[in-house]
């Protein structure tokens, strides 16, 4: 009987974790991804409208960082894109500056989006700008696309938070990947150093600001930017884009940004002369902290008619009382909890089938000696 009762044991673990692993396929098989040579590009000093949180390294917008990674969530809850201009598409997104460790006038801006068109369709898209600063009369301002990505993703909903990651690793390769509906996908790989005129790319990403020209023009660089972008104003109230966890991997690991301001397109800069989109965004607003948000680390942007102010203070607080930043990784807190949920689950499947198998057998050995004592 003991053996029965370690085959049956056995038995029942492959089939749990046979329908644990079928579960799980499911799940993933219905998020599919589709390279697409289409890109919705943010374009720099130009006339896309934009509107973005920024990071806030010191109120004084003096001081600046380097770091690893950056990553942001990103959602559309309550849209509805059949009511946006046919062939328009808005995003939401971070967006990043790097340097040039030769060449002062050069500078590198990384963006990264979730992007939804007028016809309902979703795309990841990613790309790299390299600006060169004017120094009048001897050059103008210039700039161009290095490389631009595009992918169209099927089978998530607009609710569903999208968590987008971009990070330099110590060989000096920028890994992009997202994750969404319980799957982490890894995208793509670029040695940008290796790419023409990228050579002397610092292979981190900047944080914080800069002052480079001070009142009364007051022209600031914010390093790390997250917000919305679209390829013409949609002046509707049928999209809200919601912008949750911006996060940095400092040496120390992941932490939150715990200070963020506002900043429309027309002062949205990356470097002295380019700024991301190009445009305000007039008549959207925002939800955030307090305003009338409960949750910290958190922006909703929609079209209200009103325009948000640059300059208001979306969050500003101590990382150490709210933050929820993960030193590894900014997926593994959900990941642990679902890993965790998933073994739990598992281990009391198997108790209670062991438990009803020893019943059932010591109900046959009842049976046994009682059928043998009546044909004694």
């Not at 009391?348 to 004694?376: K, M, P, Q």
Request: proline share 4%; glycine share 6%; with cysteine.
């Amino acid at each position: 009987m003991r053996s029965v009762s370690i085959f049956l044991l056995a038995m029942l673990t492959i089939i749990v974790f046979r329908w644990s692993g079928v579960s799980k396929a499911e799940v993933s098989n219905d998020l599919e991804l589709r390279i697409i040579e289409n890109h919705h590009i943010v374009k720099l000093g130009s006339d896309q409208p934009y509107v973005a949180g920024y990071h806030v390294n010191t109120k004084d917008l003096s001081t600046r960082e380097n770091v690893d990674s950056t990553a942001v969530t990103v959602s559309f809850p309550s849209t509805n894109a059949g009511f946006f201009p046919l062939g328009s598409w808005l995003a939401g997104g971070m967006f990043v500056q790097a340097q040039d460790s030769r060449y002062r006038h050069v500078d590198y801006g990384f963006y990264m989006m979730v992007v939804l068109d007028s016809f309902g369709s979703v795309f990841i898209d990613l790309g790299l700008h390299q600006t060169r600063e004017g120094t009048l009369p001897v050059q103008m301002p210039a700039e161009e696309i290095v490389y631009a990505y595009t992918w169209q993703v099927s089978g998530i909903d607009l609710r569903t938070p999208v968590t987008l990651l971009a990070g330099w690793d110590a060989e000096g390769w920028v890994h992009y990947s997202f994750s969404a509906s319980e799957r982490n996908v890894s995208l793509t790989s670029v040695d940008v150093a290796s790419l023409p005129n990228c050579e002397n790319i610092i292979r981190k990403f900047y944080a914080g600001n800069v002052i480079v020209e001070p009142f009364p023009f007051s022209r600031y660089v914010n390093y790390f930017q997250f917000g919305v972008v679209s390829s013409e104003p949609i002046a509707d109230s049928h999209w809200n884009v919601a912008l949750t966890e911006p996060r940095m991997l400092r040496d120390s690991g992941w932490v939150s940004v715990d200070k963020a301001w506002s900043i429309q397109g027309d002062i949205a800069y990356l470097d002295w002369d380019w700024m991301w989109g190009g445009t305000p965004y007039i008549g959207v607003s925002a939800k955030y902290y307090q305003h009338p948000l409960s949750s910290p680390y958190e922006v909703i942007f929609s079209y209200s008619g009103f325009t948000l102010a640059t300059g208001t203070v979306l969050w500003e607080y101590s990382s150490a009382d709210f933050d929820t930043a993960d030193s590894a990784s900014p997926h593994a807190d959900k990941t642990w909890v679902m890993a965790s949920a998933s073994c739990l689950m598992t281990a009391f499947l198997i108790i209670v089938c062991v438990i009803v198998a020893s019943r059932r057998l010591r109900g046959l050995e009842r049976d046994r000696s009682f059928w043998t004592r009546c044909h004694a």
